[in-house]
């Protein structure tokens, strides 16, 4: 039997779909949080909408700011796939958690998404105290599968501040102080720094994955996104820190990998990476898991969904202590 392709729009469609029956089964929001949406300006007339979770109190000025990417192989997802872990990290965390959505392919080509997070990132950054966050309890950036890709390069350009790249486009108000990056993908072969080129052997030992992503679904990715160039900032901080002995901002990241992924590897190396330029990382990997995370839609999330949030609500919390004051901790006991 011939195989059906379906269009962008059409596997869109079905995602949204899938996104609203998951969200029926969360049950209602908590009463101590409330959700809106903000809308950031971005190239010509377009605007990112923006899902915004936060808790009703108006009186700690102690919320950090956690700003999550949603996934999808930058083909399909919006905001509201991750509300289960927004919800839970503004409820534990007492933290303002922005969920910005992005350009999605074949509509744009690299490095689109990539400028709109960045561009998102700033915004909230300006916005922060409007949106009852203090920077000064935390600034984190996260995301899943391709979200966390989105994440990383926004880590990168905050590390490394001083590159042509990163002096090209606006300033965050404030460094980041910390990554939360899950399942991502930052490495190829024109970019695995050679040191490590021995531990990138996942996309063949994981290319005919029947379940979950595999070697035919990242060419499509790939094919869509048209990146011309992987060692470019803008898709990977791979190269720029592997050139960059010392890093301007050497950010806490936290970081999820599953062991049945094509892109395990990634984090194993970027994880190395980091480490040798003196950046604290904490690094957790699901053995026997394919590539997924945290979200509404994932089928890892109803396989495994409390192991996935044990793990990463103590990575966020991690992070968050990374950036712990007296104060601020008062405040999120």
Not at 14 to 43: N, Q, W, Y
């Amino acid at each position: 039997m011939a195989s059906v392709t379906l269009t962008p729009e059409e596997m869109r469609a079905i995602m949204h779909s899938k996104t609203e029956a998951a969200i029926a089964r969360l049950g209602p929001l908590a009463d101590c949080l409330e959700e809106f949406d903000v809308f950031i300006p971005m190239h010509d007339t377009l605007q990112s909408r923006t899902k915004i979770v936060r808790s009703k109190s108006k009186s700690s000025s102690q919320r950090p700011l956690i700003v999550h990417f949603y996934g999808g192989g930058f083909l399909v997802g919006e905001p509201e796939q991750l509300l289960s872990a927004a919800r839970a990290f503004a409820e534990t965390f007492n933290a303002v958690v922005a969920l910005p959505s992005y350009s999605l392919i074949p509509d744009v080509r690299w490095p689109v998404p990539y400028h709109e997070s960045w561009f998102a990132l700033v915004w909230l950054s300006k916005h922060a105290e409007n949106l009852g966050a203090n920077l000064e309890a935390g600034f984190i950036v996260g995301g899943v599968s391709a979200g966390a890709s989105l994440a990383a390069v926004c880590g990168g350009l905050s590390m490394c501040p001083n590159t042509k790249e990163a002096k090209e486009v606006p300033e965050l108000t404030k460094p980041l102080t910390g990554q939360f990056l899950c399942v991502p993908n930052l490495v190829m072969e024109e970019n695995v720094p050679m040191e490590y080129k021995s531990l990138f052997t996942s996309r063949q030992d994981n290319a005919h994955s029947p379940v979950g992503l595999n070697a035919a679904a990242l060419k499509q990715v790939y094919d869509g996104l048209q990146c011309t160039d992987y060692r470019s900032p803008w898709f990977s901080p791979i190269t720029t820190i592997a050139s960059d002995q010392r890093l301007v901002n050497k950010i806490p990241t936290y970081m999820e990998h599953c062991g049945l992924d094509p892109f395990r590897d990634d984090v194993t190396i970027y994880g190395k990476l980091l480490e040798s330029r003196g950046v604290k990382t904490m690094i957790h990997l699901h053995p026997e898991a394919v590539h997924g995370s945290w979200t509404v839609v994932d089928p890892l999330h109803e396989a495994m969904g409390h192991v996935l949030q044990a793990t990463q609500l103590a990575g966020m919390k991690w992070l968050l202590s990374q950036n712990e004051t007296p104060d601020n901790r008062r405040h999120r006991a």
